[in-house]
């Protein structure tokens, strides 16, 4: 994985720092989730590439954002309970970010920068926008808000096959 990428500081919902480069060697799955938007239930697609791909070599990692629609507007406590109850989420959850405009998570400025969506845009339009980073280039591939999890099977696979 790139520097950049390795080195940018995140704080998971318990409060821990944590850098990518954390997991090094790791294919990830870096999405902005919320807990009240229609694309909640991907959380439970999420939470089945983790359980599926993780001992291959697969870190999803969300990030709750609540820049969409005001769509999650609980503090760190009421997202990983949400998150636990509802979709059984055992992947790492980091605090609340914002993922465009001038507060724009540092993270998420790198990605973008990486893969910029339709037409060069690098804004975020909706959360669950997906990005798969590949461990050994740091080459990034978005994916849209109403991509399902279980579409990305085949580009995590390929990752993990080299």
Not at 71 to 78: I, K, R, S, T
Not at 87 to 104: C, M, Q, T
Not at 114 to 136: C, E, S, Y
Request: hydrophobic share 35%; glycine share 8%.
């Amino acid at each position: 994985m790139a520097d950049t990428l390795k080195n940018i500081r995140c704080v998971t919902l318990k409060g821990e720092q944590k850098v990518l480069g954390d997991f090094p060697g790791k294919a990830l799955l870096v999405v902005n989730t919320a807990s009240q938007c229609g694309f909640t239930p991907q959380y439970k697609g999420l939470e089945q590439l983790w359980k599926q791909y993780r001992e291959r070599g697969l870190v999803v990692l969300g990030f709750p954002c609540n820049q969409f629609g005001k769509q999650e507007p609980g503090d760190a406590l009421d997202i990983a309970q949400f998150c636990e109850r509802n979709f059984g989420v055992s992947f790492p959850l980091f605090r609340k970010i914002e993922v465009n405009g001038p507060d724009a998570h540092p993270l998420f400025v790198e990605l973008k920068k990486r893969a910029p969506g339709i037409l060069g845009t690098q804004r975020i339009k909706w959360n669950f926008t997906k990005f798969l980073v590949d461990p050994a280039s740091g080459k990034v591939t978005r994916y849209a808000p109403n991509t399902k999890p279980e579409a990305l099977k085949a580009s995590i696979e390929s990752l993990l096959s080299r």
